[in-house]
Each structure stands twice: as C-alpha cells, then as structure tokens.
C-alpha cells in the first residue's frame, strides 16, 4: 500500500515543481524582455531574447521534446535570427516570430508533419496561446480548492484592473484620486504602458515555456490543466465580475453626467478643458472590451445567459456603457470644436455611432435569444448601410466648409485656419477654399493661397477633361466653377 501511494505523491511533486519552475522562468523572461526592450530601441536585443527564449522553452519542455529533431530545429532557429543580426526590421522580426514557431513545432508537435499541420500549429502558437497565460498560471497551483475560490476572482479583478487604468487615462478626476492613494505612492515606477507591457510578454511568453498542442496527446509529464473557460466564466465569475463593473462603471457615469453634461465646477487644479478633451478613445476601448466579455460570457446556451439574476446586471452594464459611448461623441465634438474637423475625426465620429448601434444589438441579441451568427449579420448590415451612405457622402467639402466657418478667422475661437491642409483636401473643398480666400484678402499668403486655389482648378479640369470621368459630383462642381467665372468681379 505505501509502495502504491509514494509513486503518486512523487509525480504529484514533480508536476507542482515544473509548472512552479514554468512560473518562475515566464517571469524571469518577462524580466528580461522588460530590460531588453521597454522604451530602448530594439536591435540585437530581439536575437537575444529570441535565444534565451528559445532555450527556456528547451528546458522546461524537456519531456516532450523529440531529441531527433533538436538539429534541424536548431537550424532553422539560426536561419531565422540571421537577418535580424543583420538588421532588425519587420521582415527580420517576422523570420524570428516563424523561426520560434516551427523550431517549437517540430521539437513538440508529433503531428507537424504536413503544412496543413504546420499552418494550424503556427497560428495556434500566436493566435490562441497567449490567452492560455491566465488560465493555466492559475490551474499550475494544483489546489483545488484553492483555485477554485481563486478562479472566480481572477476575470472580475483583472478586468475592473484595466478598466480602471483606461478610465484613469481618460479623466483626470479618477487620474487624481488614484494617485492620491498610497497605493498610487508605493508603485510610483509603474505605469499603465509598462503593466500593459508586462501583460503582453507574459501572454507571449508563457505558450513557449509550456508548449501544449490541441492535436497532441498529453503526457503524463505534462497533465492538461484543470482550468477551463467554463470555469473562468462560470456564473459565479460572470456574476462577480458584472456587480464590480457596474460600480466602477457608475463611478464614470455620475461623473460625467455631473461635470461633462451638467457643466458642474471642477476642482481649481483641472480645467473644463482636460476634462472634456482627453479620453474620447481610451473611453471607446473599454465600451469595446466591455462588448467583448459580454459577448463571451453571454454566449448562446451558456450558464451565465439563463441566470435571471446576471441579466438584468448586463442591460444596466451594456447601458452605462452606450452612455460611455454618447460621452465619447460629446468629447470628440468639444474637441473638434476647438482643433476643427479632419477625416480620422469624422471617421472617429462614425465609429463611435457604430459602437453604440453594436451595443445595442447585443441586448436585442440577448433579449430575444438569438445566435451570434444573427449578430454578426446584423452588425455586417449596420456596417454596410453606413458605408453605403458615405459613399454617397462628399467629406472634402464637408470639412472644408465646417473649418472655415469655425476656424478663428471666421468665429473668433478655435485655431487659426490651416490653409494646407485645406487645399490637401482636393479640389472638392474648392467652395470652401473660395469662402476662406475672403477672409485672407489682406493676408500676407493670400497670393499663395490664390495660386494653390488655382491648382486646384487647373487639376480638377485635367482630371476631369475626359468624358470617361463623368460624375454626378464632378458635374455639381463644374457648374459651381462656372458660375464663378461668370460672376462680375467685386
């Protein structure tokens, strides 16, 4: 009998020991990808991490390596980290991501033997794995009770963690109040790039220290763990983490309704200013993250869809967050109020409708029990539709017109007219260029500007000399062009 049972407490040992050393080295690599590369300018520093990397992952795989092949492997490691020494480029940094791939394959992957296989090893290495980091670094404790109790928390306090980092960069209020606490005081080294830093190479990093592939059998020397996606969005998880989000999302929301919306006064040391202008884009990523998880973890015939209690928190969590959304627009438009208009910031402005118009549909998806197939077909007409209206849109004169009329020159407020970037705009922001001349009559740069205005004509009449060009809004513009030539003069 104890024969029977020391075996089993010495594999028990074993496993705990590899994955505590898997740990140990995903974070000494992270370490070292942090000296390496962490506001430094990469060169021969990506041949080596991609080395020592590649020689963690020979350790801490040994079982499962297929020793026959450690040559050709090697090989093709070499080959792969050749161009790089030579120049590090996104060429090179490719070779090195596909020469860790197949090197990692072919030591551990018994069915890379087809390019097929090949393919699919691959983009499971770098499309799949990475998101296997949290999982597993929990289920590598091997308690569990322990984990668990653990599981259950880890989704809601990591995502409250990055939703408060994102609402942090977007208003300076809760930017304040964070760094008011001692918390804030103890890791004043650490900043929201530098943890976003260290989550991605952790992500990276952790599917070569414990290589495992869908297609392979597990061994006995490295037991599938016991975590799994329905353990990290149990309704218990699901549950958690909507009763966190909801109160650091109302946290946003009173905030904005109170300062943004209701113009309260702020403190003396932030003005109406940064508060409004800062945060339109970080805002639309967590509305984007927060569509995300519902869209994961209120999946068609899951535990957490038929839960009467989790409903309810996913309508008030999707509303704060078309909320969130309606803030951004509002944002954006006090912005462009100021800076004027271009077309990242019309498409910003499209986008966000989007996003709110997507938001919406998730509770309709919910609400009336439709697949994510129906979801997807929905959102694809949205898109569509909206497309569809832009192409018949004409942006460049759009733009030129509301620049003019809100720039300093005519309003008072705002920035100064960039005339560049107007007569950028091409020949359809030819009426509004016309209407800024006549701000610019005294102007030192009223001759250039003449002169670029008649470049403009002069490309548009050669562009469109050939009946072969012929468009409706082509047409509109000729006629505009004419009835200026024809105007009497003064």
């Known amino acids: 009998m104890t024969n029977l049972v020391q075996p089993e407490f010495a594999i028990a040992a074993a496993r705990t020991n590899i994955h505590a050393v898997r740990i140990v080295a995903a974070l000494g690599l992270a370490g070292l990808a942090d000296w390496l590369f962490y506001d430094q300018r990469v060169g021969i520093s990506a041949v080596i991490f991609a080395t020592t990397l590649a020689g963690v992952s020979l350790v801490t795989n040994l079982d499962a390596v297929d020793r026959r092949r ?11 980290l050749a161009p ?56 590598a404790l091997s308690l569990p009770r322990i984990s668990s109790g653990i599981v259950v928390w880890v989704v809601p306090t990591l995502m409250s ?47 070569f220290v414990y290589l495992r592939w869908h297609r392979t059998r597990t061994s006995a020397a490295m037991p599938a763990l016991a975590i799994g996606t329905n353990e990290l969005l149990s309704t218990a998880t699901v549950l958690r983490s909507l009763i966190l989000f909801n109160l650091l999302f109302a946290v946003q929301t009173v905030l904005d309704v109170v300062f943004l919306w209701g113009a309260a006064a702020l403190p003396v040391d932030i003005t109406y200013a940064s508060y409004a202008h800062r945060g339109a884009y970080p805002l639309i990523l967590t509305a984007l993250l927060a569509a995300g998880f519902v869209l994961v973890a209120m999946r068609p015939g899951g535990p957490a869809e038929q839960s009467s209690v989790i409903r309810p928190l996913v309508y008030l969590w999707v509303g704060q967050n078309v909320m969130l959304v309606i803030s951004s627009i509002l944002r954006l438009d006090l912005y462009v109020q100021t800076y004027l208009l271009t077309y990242w910031r019309i498409a910003a402005f499209i986008w966000m409708l989007l996003v709110a118009t997507g938001l919406v549909f998730i509770v309709a998806r919910i609400a009336l029990q439709r697949s994510n197939g129906w979801l997807i077909r929905i959102n694809l007409i949205a898109v569509l539709l909206t497309l569809y209206a832009c192409s018949f849109t004409n942006f460049a004169a759009i733009i030129a017109d509301y620049n003019v009329s809100h720039s300093q020159e005519a309003s008072g407020k705002g920035v100064t007219l960039d005339l560049d970037y ?33 470049n403009l004509v002069e490309r548009f009449r050669r562009d469109t000399a050939s009946w072969r060009a012929w468009g409706l809004r082509d047409r509109r513009l000729r006629r505009y062009l004419e009835e200026q030539d024809n105007r009497p003069a003064g």
Not at 70 to 80: K, M, N, R, S, Y
């Open 70 to 80: 450690l040559l050709p492997a090697g090989l093709v490691l070499i080959a792969g």
């Open 161 to 207: 963690c990055v939703f408060l980092l994102l609402f942090a960069s977007a208003n300076p209020l809760i930017e304040k109040w964070l760094s008011a606490t001692n918390l804030a005081k103890l890791t004043a080294n650490l900043s929201a790039p530098r943890i976003l830093f260290w989550v991605l190479s952790l992500s990276l990093i952790w599917p």
């Open 84 to 139: 790089a020494v030579e120049t590090l480029d996104a060429l090179s940094l490719g070779f090195i991501l596909l020469a860790l791939g197949v090197a990692a394959a072919m030591l551990t992957n018994r069915g890379f033997d087809s390019l097929a296989n090949r393919s699919r090893a691959l983009r499971e290495l770098y499309m799949f794995a990475p998101f296997r980091v949290i999982r597993d670094a929990v289920g």
């Open 422 to 454: 107007l007569n950028g705009l091409g020949p359809q922001a030819l009426p509004g260029i016309d209407r800024a001349s006549k701000l610019f009559l005294t102007h030192s740069r009223y001759p250039t500007f003449v002169s670029s205005r008649d």
